[in-house]
């Protein structure tokens, strides 16, 4: 009796296996992409409200997947006003989305530079190369890792504390305070790589 059991749960199981392969192709068919293309090209990309992304890497435009339906498109950039709007997706199709967005009124100094470490010897080459995982400030997207991961790259950003949030696949959470003061390089080390 008890071997009928278990064939029995092995066999549901198969079942619900194959009904859940099922129904992520539906799920599948049911999600398009979203391509962006404007002025700053390295601004975020948030689907829904859901960081995808920055919108060009390398000159290039990216895409990500966005479900199919009206779907809310916004950039951010910590120097210009977000920009949003709504655009309609179509399954297993490409939205292209043009934006360009309003510039904010520039920092005024003294500036502190902050930017992300990884345990490296000094270099102009991002050990996160790749790692487009968000970086906020005090709630505020202000870029992603890889951009920040080198000694030639990382924010400008008046002397104070603030509240440094990241999201990286490759590093993992990362919640902290940093000070910034001015006319000096604050480096927050990166774990190791997961």
Same mark, same amino acid.
Do not use: C, W
């Given at each position: 009796?008890?071997?009928?059991?278990?064939? #029995?749960? $092995?066999?549901?199981?198969?079942? *619900?296996?194959?009904?859940?392969?099922?129904?992520? +192709? +539906?799920?599948?068919?049911?999600?398009?992409?979203?391509? /962006?293309?404007? /002025? !700053?090209?390295? +601004?975020?990309?948030? $689907?829904?409200?859901?960081?995808?992304?920055? *919108?060009?890497?390398? #000159?290039?435009?990216?895409?990500? =997947?966005?479900? *199919?339906?009206? @779907?809310?498109?916004?950039?951010?950039?910590?120097? &210009?006003?977000?920009?949003?709007?709504?655009?309609?997706? =179509? /399954?297993?199709?490409?939205?292209?989305?043009?934006?360009?967005?309003?510039?904010?009124?520039?920092?005024?100094?003294?500036?502190?530079?902050?930017?992300?470490?990884?345990?490296? /010897?000094?270099?102009?080459?991002? @050990?996160? *190369?790749?790692?487009?995982?968000?970086? &906020?400030?005090?709630?505020?997207? &202000?870029?992603?890792?890889?951009?920040?991961?080198? +000694?030639?790259?990382?924010?400008?950003?008046?002397?104070? #504390?603030?509240?440094?949030?990241? @999201?990286?696949?490759?590093?993992?959470?990362?919640?902290?305070?940093?000070?910034?003061?001015?006319?000096?390089?604050?480096?927050? !080390?990166? !774990?190791?790589?997961?």
């Amino acid at each position: 009796m008890l071997h009928g059991l278990r064939f #029995t749960a $092995i066999r549901l199981g198969g079942y *619900a296996f194959a009904s859940l392969l099922l129904m992520g +192709a +539906a799920e599948a068919q049911d999600m398009g992409y979203v391509k /962006a293309y404007g /002025a !700053p090209s390295d +601004a975020g990309v948030f $689907i829904n409200g859901q960081y995808a992304g920055p *919108a060009h890497r390398f #000159t290039l435009s990216e895409k990500y =997947q966005a479900p *199919a339906g009206e @779907v809310e498109v916004t950039f951010k950039d910590p120097r &210009y006003d977000d920009y949003t709007v709504k655009v309609n997706v =179509q /399954a297993k199709k490409t939205t292209k989305v043009k934006y360009t967005m309003k510039m904010l009124e520039p920092a005024k100094p003294p500036f502190g530079r902050l930017r992300l470490g990884g345990g490296e /010897a000094e270099s102009f080459i991002s @050990v996160a *190369a790749g790692d487009v995982g968000a970086v &906020y400030l005090n709630n505020r997207f &202000y870029g992603y890792v890889d951009e920040l991961n080198n +000694a030639g790259g990382g924010l400008l950003l008046n002397p104070g #504390t603030y509240d440094l949030h990241v @999201v990286s696949p490759k590093f993992g959470d990362i919640n902290q305070k940093v000070t910034i003061e001015a006319n000096k390089v604050t480096v927050i !080390p990166l !774990p190791a790589a997961r």
